[in-house]
Protein backbone atom coordinates (compact mmCIF):
# COMPACT_ATOMS: atom_id res chain seq x y z
CA UNK A 1 0.00 0.00 0.00
CA UNK A 2 1.99 2.95 -0.95
CA UNK A 3 1.58 6.37 0.52
CA UNK A 4 0.22 7.85 -2.84
CA UNK A 5 -3.00 6.62 -2.02
CA UNK A 6 -5.73 8.48 -0.21
CA UNK A 7 -7.18 5.28 0.63
CA UNK A 8 -4.29 3.47 2.54
CA UNK A 9 -5.70 3.91 5.57
CA UNK A 10 -8.78 1.89 4.92
CA UNK A 11 -7.15 -0.71 2.76
CA UNK A 12 -5.22 -1.40 5.79
CA UNK A 13 -8.35 -1.43 7.61
CA UNK A 14 -9.43 -3.72 5.28
CA UNK A 15 -7.08 -6.09 4.92
CA UNK A 16 -6.92 -6.45 8.68
CA UNK A 17 -10.71 -6.80 9.32
CA UNK A 18 -10.05 -9.72 6.40
CA UNK A 19 -7.25 -11.39 8.55
CA UNK A 20 -8.49 -11.60 11.64
CA UNK A 21 -12.23 -12.30 10.64
CA UNK A 22 -11.34 -16.28 9.68
CA UNK A 23 -10.02 -17.22 13.15
CA UNK A 24 -11.77 -14.82 15.67
CA UNK A 25 -15.02 -13.34 16.52
CA UNK A 26 -15.33 -10.08 15.81
CA UNK A 27 -17.38 -6.93 16.92
CA UNK A 28 -17.27 -3.46 16.58
CA UNK A 29 -17.34 -0.65 19.25
CA UNK A 30 -18.98 2.90 19.17
CA UNK A 31 -20.26 5.12 21.60
CA UNK A 32 -22.95 7.38 21.25
CA UNK A 33 -20.47 10.13 21.77
CA UNK A 34 -19.11 8.28 18.61
CA UNK A 35 -15.75 7.14 19.87
CA UNK A 36 -14.77 3.90 18.31
CA UNK A 37 -12.35 1.00 18.64
CA UNK A 38 -11.99 -0.36 14.91
CA UNK A 39 -12.49 -3.94 16.10
CA UNK A 40 -12.57 -5.88 19.36
CA UNK A 41 -11.77 -9.68 19.21
CA UNK A 42 -14.22 -11.88 21.66
CA UNK A 43 -11.66 -14.24 22.93
CA UNK A 44 -13.69 -16.56 24.98
CA UNK A 45 -14.09 -14.22 28.56
CA UNK A 46 -11.45 -11.77 26.99
CA UNK A 47 -11.71 -8.67 24.98
CA UNK A 48 -9.08 -7.24 23.00
CA UNK A 49 -9.41 -4.01 21.57
CA UNK A 50 -7.43 -3.78 18.01
CA UNK A 51 -7.04 -0.12 16.43
CA UNK A 52 -5.59 0.45 12.51
CA UNK A 53 -3.39 3.30 12.02
CA UNK A 54 -1.80 2.71 8.93
CA UNK A 55 0.51 6.05 9.50
CA UNK A 56 4.14 6.85 10.53
CA UNK A 57 4.89 7.14 14.43
CA UNK A 58 7.52 8.31 16.37
CA UNK A 59 6.99 6.99 19.30
CA UNK A 60 3.27 5.20 20.73
CA UNK A 61 0.29 7.04 20.93
CA UNK A 62 -3.20 6.19 21.95
CA UNK A 63 -6.58 7.39 20.73
CA UNK A 64 -9.29 9.04 22.87
CA UNK A 65 -11.58 6.29 21.54
CA UNK A 66 -9.16 3.68 22.49
CA UNK A 67 -8.48 5.28 26.44
CA UNK A 68 -12.31 5.21 26.70
CA UNK A 69 -12.40 1.34 25.67
CA UNK A 70 -10.04 0.36 28.25
CA UNK A 71 -11.03 3.12 30.92
CA UNK A 72 -14.43 1.11 30.54
CA UNK A 73 -14.03 -2.37 30.03
CA UNK A 74 -10.42 -2.74 31.39
CA UNK A 75 -9.09 -5.58 28.85
CA UNK A 76 -5.83 -6.97 29.85
CA UNK A 77 -4.22 -5.86 26.15
CA UNK A 78 -5.06 -3.95 23.41
CA UNK A 79 -3.15 -3.85 19.90
CA UNK A 80 -2.34 -0.92 17.43
CA UNK A 81 -1.72 -1.92 14.03
CA UNK A 82 0.92 0.39 12.78
CA UNK A 83 2.55 1.27 9.44
CA UNK A 84 6.00 0.18 10.93
CA UNK A 85 6.07 0.93 14.15
CA UNK A 86 6.86 -1.77 17.24
CA UNK A 87 6.29 -1.05 21.00
CA UNK A 88 4.47 -0.88 23.44
CA UNK A 89 2.48 1.35 25.90
CA UNK A 90 0.38 0.31 29.88
CA UNK A 91 -2.36 2.03 30.40
CA UNK A 92 -3.29 0.92 33.67
CA UNK A 93 -3.46 -2.37 33.97
CA UNK A 94 -3.85 -2.77 29.96
CA UNK A 95 -0.31 -3.70 28.11
CA UNK A 96 -1.03 -2.09 24.38
CA UNK A 97 1.26 -3.53 22.00
CA UNK A 98 2.34 -1.31 18.48
CA UNK A 99 2.56 -3.89 15.61
CA UNK A 100 3.00 -3.52 11.87
CA UNK A 101 0.82 -4.41 9.24
CA UNK A 102 3.15 -6.60 7.83
CA UNK A 103 3.09 -9.25 10.32
CA UNK A 104 -0.74 -9.35 10.13
Known amino acids: MSDLREDAGKLAENFVLNQISNEHCINFWRT ?17 PVEVKFENFRKPKITRSMR ?27 LIKFVPIVYI
Open 32 to 48: TAKAEVDFVLNLGKELV
Open 68 to 94: SFVTNYRPGRGLVITKDFCGEVRIKDT
